[in-house]
């Protein structure tokens, strides 16, 4: 597969946990939940985590479809298997920063010993 950039990666990703999260209320029942590009392209400049433009955001929704990693169906924004597996293989790579981040914020202050200096 042809390398895609770490812009276009993040997006991919932000994609897929939105939809996984917006389909666990639907696990009981046979449905699954999309977004349109438009709903998608706001919630991302409503988190401020991107700084992109909504044209920016637009084109690397595009440049994902013509990488065949998400698609388009009747106006909505769905993540193709070989998008999937490329999401996965990210989640794998930083799934270790994750663990740690969770078990970092777990520790209970009076257990750790810190120093100020």
């Not at 999260?21 to 988190?47: G, R």
Request: a positive charge; aromatic letters at 10%; proline letters at 2%.
């Amino acid at each position: 597969m042809a390398k895609i950039s770490k812009k276009h990666l993040f997006v991919l990703f932000a994609l897929r946990r939105y939809l996984e999260k917006v389909n666990l209320k639907f696990s009981d029942k046979p449905l699954h939940a999309s977004v349109s590009k438009i709903a998608f392209i706001k919630l991302l400049k409503d988190s401020k985590i991107i700084d992109k433009s909504e044209r920016g955001l637009y084109l690397n929704l595009e440049i994902l479809g013509k990488k065949k990693l998400i698609q388009y169906e009747n106006k909505f924004l769905k993540i193709t298997e070989k998008g999937l597996k490329k999401a996965d293989e990210l989640e794998n790579e930083i799934k270790p920063y994750l663990v740690l981040i969770e078990e970092i914020e777990k520790v209970k202050s009076k257990s750790a010993q810190s120093y100020f200096t």
